[in-house]
């Protein structure tokens, strides 16, 4: 419910653009997940055939890194070339068992979907009251996010009407963006909302997020430490991390964007 304008709380930001996975709802775990087992089956069979030795993939020194927050298939080229593995990009509709970047990653996608078909998506009741806070107030609020499952997770969350723009996976390929870590789908965002990247603030969790808001010279860059890893977020572009919005408020955000535009 939108407030009287005398009982609005003034703040000097007029929008704020949040990632999904990790920020909203708690799916980035479930992504993680199936990245692993994709890519771990993946790399056994490649040991089994061609003798290299088999090293798991890992969530720090992996997952976190080379696939967080990037769009699909370029997470996958990501991961393959830190390991030194080149195979060919393939095609979008490859099967899930072709040996190219959109097999093993229509093959994830695959394992992604059985999970939240059978679990179902929630979310961070501390976003999701900081955001209605924020609707009520009159600042604008849109979703940026590489995924393509964007639209099915918020709908699945049932918090689709949440948000005034999303630019998602499926918006990007429409629009031809670059995924994290350009800025492309946070400024189109903003844009979408009808404000400036510096009167907007990103929120973020992944590594390629926080950099995305760097380069696109938000007003102020979040990062939601989700996973022990407060540094490497700060040191490439959060202005402020947090662990959650629990106990943050519209006037602490306020205090945060004012000192770091001053
Ligand atoms: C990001 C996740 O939000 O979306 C990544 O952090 C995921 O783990 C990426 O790989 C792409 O998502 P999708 O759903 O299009 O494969
Ligand atoms: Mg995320």
Redesign the pocket.
Known sequence: MDLEPSEKEQVSYKAIVF????VITKT?LV??AA?KEMFDEYLMKRAARDGEPFKEFTHKNDYLPY??????YK?VQSFLESRNVYISFGDKDDSADTETVCGL?NR??IK?REVLQTKGVEEYPSTITLIKKLLANGVKVGVA?????CQFVLQSAGIENLFATRVD?VVSAELGLKGKPEADIFVVAAKNLGCTTDQSIVVED?VSGVQAGRNGSFGLVIGIARENNEEELQQNGADVVINDFAGIDMSTIEKWFSERNQ
Do not use: E, Q
Request: charged content about 25%.
């Open positions: 990632d999904l996975d990790g980035a992504h993680a990245w696939v967080d927050g990037k769009p699909r997470g990653g994830k996608n992604f996010s590489s995924s393509k499952n996976g992944a």
